[in-house]
């Protein structure tokens, strides 16, 4: 998460975090909009996909008995004299219920709508070089040419 990569030494730094924490329940709605949209012009991911972005949300979310991240994160505020303690746990409650909406979002809406074959596999990866490059190409060809301009060079 970009959260654990911010700075936590002061008081103003998780200021910036618990404001910053705050948007994450329009973020994930947003991304509803989006798929939701997606789905109505049937533009979707592969269903498994989706089942395993649900189930890392979930975990991400927490529980009761296994804080999420959110919530751990936000207690490790506490040793920082003057942080707005109280402002990032309402934060983390937001961001974590978000977290498993938009999970339950995936599993009871999307994954449904979703494409039940793999986004992978030789095939895709046929269609996906041709859309590249607007020709097909063998993809065993183009790797022994390409280790063996690597080789020459």
Request: glycine share 6%; no cysteine.
């Amino acid at each position: 998460a970009i959260f654990d990569l911010m700075p936590t030494a002061t008081a103003d730094n998780w200021k910036t975090i618990a404001e910053r924490m705050q948007a994450v329940p329009t973020a994930f709605a947003s991304m509803q909009e989006s798929w939701t949209l997606g789905i109505s012009r049937k533009v979707v991911a592969p269903r498994r996909q989706a089942i395993v972005v649900a189930e890392q949300l979930e975990t991400w979310a927490g529980t009761p008995t296994s804080p999420g991240f959110f919530t751990q994160f936000a207690e490790s505020a506490s040793n920082v004299k003057g942080a707005p303690l109280e402002e990032l746990r309402r934060a983390a409650i937001d961001a974590s219920n978000s977290m498993a909406e938009t999970a339950k979002f995936l599993r009871q809406t999307y994954a449904p709508a979703a494409d039940p074959r793999n986004g992978v596999g030789p095939e895709r990866h046929a269609l996906a070089r041709r859309r590249f490059m607007g020709m097909s190409v063998d993809a065993r060809e183009a790797y022994e040419w390409g280790f063996a301009e690597v080789s020459r060079l």
